[in-house]
């Protein structure tokens, strides 16, 4: 898909939707869980003082992952 | 009344469940339904806690309220979330409160929605509720409740607003359910591929009920939806249950999983995940949820104050000084009270002292329960202020932050930013203390970074352990007392560190966890939640005080007094103390200098039988034995018996070596305090003093602590391990900063 990219890549104050998450097992059920899901829109809030954990506004709550984590979630910008 | 009494006992009361996402604001409402009627309930073979409360309906009957650990949903992810699992399946309450925070509705339906599934009757508290509203959402309430089919209630618990009506509508659902007249389960269609191989699964389990391993209440859809969400703790049930069947179903839902990736790429969890909030956002949709004007307005304040506390620059600084002024708080603070503790065991040894007569009795008392449990009883003040202040930062929602912040450099050790609580609460400031810690640990998903953390928490600056560094940097180190203390906080937290690494890189190897953490919007912590929490963990500590260690104070007194001198000696000293208070007392009133001579005298020759008790002792032949091993860290037999007594628990080295310290040829009159006592003895210097406290706070964890180790890693082997690596550790450091410092000649 054109304009796809990974969330790792996303400049803090964008927002995107989210296209597809490439991961399975407990990761992925945990992202599921806090509502990580094909479709959902999310806002990139800041990144930690060194750069990692980025934090995300995602339907109303704050979370935070890994950059490890954020590349296996692609996301097209709005 | 006899006759309530026997009512009472014959049906067990109500229950209710309460269940919510963390952060949904459950614990408040836990605490209004039960007050301080509350306690931590036992279920066996689990570490994380359920807490169990009564609360009264209007119609003044009793109901039995179970607080759940947080979970955001029944997939059982985290320890925490496979105890709410199970608090819901295993032992079914009667109904269940689901607690939400309205201002995110749509994540947390997600957890009720499960709840519907699994048929428990369900009442929606939609907490917060003035905070959605603030942020601009219009929540349609008899809307919501009629499309659900279930009670919803508007709630505010902090202050209260709501939560009466849910508790009696949930009253009601349970009542309800008691009589037989419970809800069906509720059936989510998850699409025509899934719907139907369901169907087949829930066949092929109705054909071989009753399932072994399960209780009657687990819908044959739900354990269906978990088989292919390849849950393994059902699959395990199932397994165990009836092997046959399990490979039945394992070969249909492999199949199914094999099927979906070829034809949509995706498998079935996440398809089942889709369809879930699918069906929540559609029932938002019709007419639940509006958002006015402006959603930019909504959480504004807490991402505004985010971008302060967790800047690039400001926001380490800003935690920095966060744990610097909670050292200061905690120490300025906790000191005014921890003295009149100690003063008051102080006069309590001095009336036992005077009124009881002489003998093994008052020896016992005095020198092992009083001794023991009145120096760790005197932390209480401090363990209290300590955690308060940790309960503001976890319920403000800080603590996360920290977390946040922290996590790029906990990682880099094989830990994780969630690490940084539990090694706080050990004395990552110091102070703290490694029982709490480890449990605090328990929020950490993964066992291999847990099993990290609490192996090394250990390594802390725990309270227990200042009353020495406080002594030795008083006798050895006055002028350098505040950079000594410094170093040790520092050497504790690059020991530590250090050894997770080295764990995690080689008996603990693997994958790092998932760093997934929400971010809760920052709150001002509600007095009564932050007392229940601290006072709670206080009598945790004053149990503790009042078994585990008076337990040990009395073994460690036993060692240091039996066998009894040999008679002869014995007898020597018994006559020339007999002799000696005899003179004393029949001298003329003016003779006060004799009379002061006499008394030191008689103090001296005290002294003197102790120190022969003690080096008869099995305590001090087993400080002699250990000589050899000790000698080059320059610990002669009476620190070596101190350490031992350390290991029930830390604050007895002080007192340990007060007693084998009562003989000293420096100070004939005995009165000098221990500090001048060790400050004149030949055998010690600013070398040896800095060893033993360098291996004081590496060497095994207390008694305490192993047992919390053994219970949270799940097996014996660690408590044994943390106990020798720790005390080699300890050893190797502590002989290498003595021959360092006795090189440099300091």
Request: aromatic share 4%; hydrophobic share 45%; with cysteine.
């Given at each position: 898909m054109s304009g796809t990219i990974s969330l790792r890549q996303m400049q803090t104050g964008r927002k995107a939707i989210i296209v597809a998450i490439r991961t399975e097992g407990e990761l992925g059920r945990r992202l599921r869980d806090l509502g990580?899901?094909?479709?959902?829109?999310l806002e990139v809030l800041g990144r930690a003082p060194l750069q990692d954990p980025v934090a995300l506004r995602l339907n109303g709550f704050t979370l935070s992952l890994r950059n490890n984590e954020a590349d296996l979630i692609s996301v097209r910008p709005l | 009344m006899p006759m309530s009494a026997l009512f009472s006992a014959e049906s067990r009361p109500l229950t209710i469940a309460l269940a919510g996402n963390p952060n949904s604001g459950k614990s408040t409402v836990f605490n209004h339904y039960t007050g301080a009627r509350q306690h931590v309930a036992n279920y066996p073979g689990i570490t994380v806690e359920i807490k169990e409360g009564f609360a009264k309906t209007r119609g003044k009957e009793r109901i039995r309220i179970l607080?759940?650990?947080?979970?955001?949903?029944?997939?059982?992810?985290?320890?925490?979330?496979?105890?709410?699992?199970?608090?819901?399946?295993?032992?079914?309450?009667?109904?269940?409160?689901?607690?939400?925070?309205?201002?995110?509705?749509?994540?947390?339906?997600?957890?009720?929605?499960?709840?519907?599934?699994?048929?428990?009757?369900?009442?929606?508290?939609?907490?917060?509720?003035?905070?959605?509203?603030t942020q601009g959402l219009e929540i349609n309430i008899p809307r919501l409740s009629e499309?659900?089919?279930?009670?919803?209630?508007?709630?505010?618990?902090?202050?209260?607003?709501?939560?009466?009506?849910?508790?009696?509508a949930g009253a009601l659902a349970a009542e309800a359910s008691r009589a037989g007249k419970g809800k069906a389960p509720l059936i989510l269609s998850y699409g025509p591929d899934l719907d139907a191989l369901l169907e087949e699964l829930c066949l092929i389990l109705e054909k071989s009920a009753p399932l072994a391993g399960f209780p009657d209440a687990y819908p044959r859809r739900w354990i269906a939806v978990k088989c292919l969400e390849n849950?393994?703790?059902?699959?395990?049930?199932l397994q165990r249950g009836n092997p046959a069947l399990a490979e039945e179903i394992r070969s249909k839902t492999t199949e199914a999983a094999r099927h979906l990736k070829l034809t949509s790429g995706t498998d079935p969890e996440s398809l089942i995940a889709d369809y879930r909030y699918g069906f929540i956002s559609s029932l938002l949709r019709r007419e639940v949820l509006r958002s006015k004007e402006d959603p930019r307005q909504r959480r504004r304040f807490s991402e505004n104050l985010d971008k302060i506390l967790t800047h690039r620059l400001l926001g380490p600084i800003l935690?920095?000084?966060?744990?610097?002024?909670?050292?200061?708080?905690?120490?300025g603070l906790g000191q005014i009270p921890t003295g009149w503790l100690e003063n008051f065991f102080a006069l309590l040894r001095e009336a036992a002292a005077e009124h009881l007569p002489e003998g093994a009795l008052k020896s016992l008392i005095l020198s092992g329960i009083l001794a023991g449990v009145g120096g760790v009883l005197s932390f209480v003040p401090l363990i209290l202020i300590i955690f308060i202040l940790i309960s503001i930062l976890e319920d403000s929602g800080y603590m996360a932050r920290a977390a946040y912040m922290l996590d790029r450099i906990f990682r880099a050790f094989g830990l994780h930013g969630s690490s940084v609580m539990p090694y706080i609460i050990s004395g990552g400031i110091a102070g703290?203390?490694?029982?709490?810690?480890?449990?605090?640990?328990?929020?950490?998903?993964?066992?291999?970074?847990?099993?990290?953390?609490?192996?090394?928490?250990?390594?802390?600056?725990?309270?227990?352990?200042?009353p020495l560094f406080l002594l030795l940097t008083a006798a050895f180190f006055p002028e350098d007392a505040t950079l000594v203390m410094l170093i040790l906080s520092l050497l504790a937290w690059t020991t530590a560190l250090l050894a997770a690494k080295i764990l995690r890189l080689t008996l603990i190897r693997g994958a790092p966890t998932p760093f997934v953490m929400e971010l809760p919007p920052y709150r001002l912590p509600t007095l009564f939640g932050v007392l229940i929490h601290s006072l709670e963990r206080v009598w945790h500590y004053i149990k503790k005080a009042g078994t585990l260690i008076l337990a040990i104070s009395v073994l460690v007194w036993a060692g240091m007094t039996y066998p009894a001198?040999?008679?002869?000696?014995?007898?020597?000293?018994?006559?020339?103390?007999?002799?000696?208070?005899?003179?004393?007392?029949?001298?003329?009133?003016?003779?006060?200098?004799?009379?002061?001579?006499?008394?030191?005298?008689?103090?001296?020759?005290k002294n003197e039988l102790?120190?022969?008790?003690?080096?008869?002792?099995?305590?001090?032949?087993?400080?002699?034995g250990l000589e050899p091993l000790t000698a080059p860290l320059g610990f002669d037999w009476r620190v070596n018996i101190a350490l031992l007594g350390g290991l029930g628990a830390k604050e007895v080295i002080v007192s340990t070596l007060g007693t084998a310290y009562s003989l000293d040829a420096a100070d004939p009159g005995g009165s000098l305090p221990l500090q001048q006592r060790l400050k004149r003895d030949p055998g010690w210097n600013r070398a040896t003093a800095a060893g033993l406290m360098i291996f004081v706070l590496l060497y095994s964890p207390c008694f305490a602590t192993l047992a919390v180790l053994r219970q949270e890693s799940g097996h014996a082997g660690w408590a044994v391990f943390s106990l020798l690596f720790n005390t080699l550790l300890a050893g190797g450091a502590a002989a290498a900063a003595r021959s360092l410092l006795m090189y440099w000649g300091i």
């Open positions: 990580l899901i094909p479709g959902a829109e | 607080d759940l650990p947080g979970a955001y949903a029944l997939t059982a992810y985290s320890q925490d979330e496979l105890v709410a699992r199970r608090g819901l399946t295993l032992d079914p309450p009667d109904a269940v409160i689901g607690v939400l925070n309205a201002g995110a509705l749509e994540r947390h339906l997600y957890l009720a929605v499960q709840i519907m599934e699994l048929g428990l009757p369900l009442v929606l508290a939609l907490n917060m509720y003035d905070e959605a509203q499309l659900l089919e279930l009670p919803v209630f508007p709630t505010v618990a902090r202050q209260g607003l709501g939560l009466n009506e849910a508790l009696e849950d393994a703790e059902i699959l395990t049930l935690l920095l000084a966060a744990l610097y002024g909670m050292y200061k708080i905690t120490f703290g203390c490694a029982v709490p810690g480890v449990l605090a640990a328990r929020t950490l998903r993964s066992p291999r970074e847990k099993l990290g953390t609490i192996l090394t928490l250990p390594l802390m600056v725990c309270g227990a352990k200042l001198p040999p008679e002869e000696s014995a007898a020597t000293y018994a006559v020339r103390l007999a002799v000696l208070e005899e003179t004393c007392s029949a001298l003329p009133e003016k003779e006060e200098e004799t009379r002061a001579r006499l008394r030191k005298e008689l103090t001296q020759a102790n120190s022969l008790t003690l080096a008869h002792s099995w305590a001090g032949r087993l400080g002699a």
